[in-house]
T-cell receptor, first 114, second 117 residues
Framework: NAGVMQNPRHLVRRRGQEARLRCSPM?????VYWYRQLPEEGLKFMVY????????ESGMPKERFSAEFPKEGPSILRIQQVVRGDSAAYFC????????????FGSGTRLTVV | DQQVKQNSPSLSVQEGRISILNCDYT??????FLWYKKYPAEGPTFLIS?????DKNEDGRFTVFLNKSAKHLSLHIVPSQPGDSAVYFC????????????????FGGGTRLMVKP
């Protein structure tokens, strides 16, 4: 009865490298949401996905960031050519249906760009 | 443009006393409000919620009050316990809106609660 699984828990990347963050939703959940928490701030919505579809990416930076949720496997948040300002905690949440009912968060991936 | 604000970054309370955490919002489309608790290196965990059709919701030691006219909500914890020490986030959603906005939460910046034994 695992919850939302995110890995890795910690990720260190040098400037210019790529970062890949993975999120496996709770069993029975087919809706995935990514949030970013910058130091000393609240969580900010980035993107909402269902299997094979991006539903809402209004919070995603226009460049370097992309997300996918394939038919098989976890959801991936990909950050290309990372910069120091990308250092943050990235949280994934999942829900069984559209909307915020049953929203459950994972433990997050802390990305550090050196 | 912060639509949800928690103006107190930290709060210190003696064990057994009441903790009151405050949250203000500006978007009148928000109709559902939640409080999350977050320990270091963990994700936020849901604590309690309230719909805009109510002004109070209670669950054990936790009570959330909503004042729609003032666009203000508060979380009361009584009695406070050392294990309550964590960062508390207020979040809001226009839940009944039939568009993508109802799928996301807008968070405040958090209040760090410290309960002293």
């Amino acid at each position: 009865n695992a919850g939302v699984m995110q890995n890795p828990r910690h990720l260190v990347r040098r400037r210019g490298q790529e970062a890949r963050l993975r999120c496996s939703p709770m069993k029975g959940h087919s809706h995935v949401y990514w949030y970013r928490q910058l130091p000393e701030e609240g969580l900010k919505f980035m993107v909402y996905l269902q299997k094979e579809n991006i539903i809402d990416e209004s919070g995603m930076p226009k460049e370097r960031f992309s997300a996918e949720f394939p038919k098989e496997g976890p959801s991936i948040l990909r950050i290309q050519q990372v910069v120091r300002g990308d250092s943050a905690a990235y949280f994934c949440a999942s829900s069984p249906s559209r909307g915020i009912d049953g929203y459950t968060f994972g433990s997050g991936t802390r990305l550090t760009v050196v | 443009d912060q639509q949800v604000k928690q103006n107190s970054p930290s709060l210190s309370v003696q064990e057994g006393r009441i903790s009151i955490l405050n949250c203000d919002y500006t978007n009148s489309m928000f109709d559902y409000f939640l409080w999350y608790k977050k320990y270091p290196a963990e994700g936020p965990t849901f604590l309690i919620s309230i719909s805009s059709i109510k002004d109070k919701n209670e669950d054990g030691r936790f009570t959330v009050f909503l004042n729609k006219s003032a666009k203000h909500l508060s979380l009361h914890i009584v009695p406070s316990q050392p294990g309550d020490s964590a960062v508390y986030f207020c979040a809001a959603s226009p839940r009944e809106m039939n568009n993508n906005a109802g799928n996301m939460l807008t968070f405040g910046g958090g209040t760090r609660l410290m309960v002293k034994p």
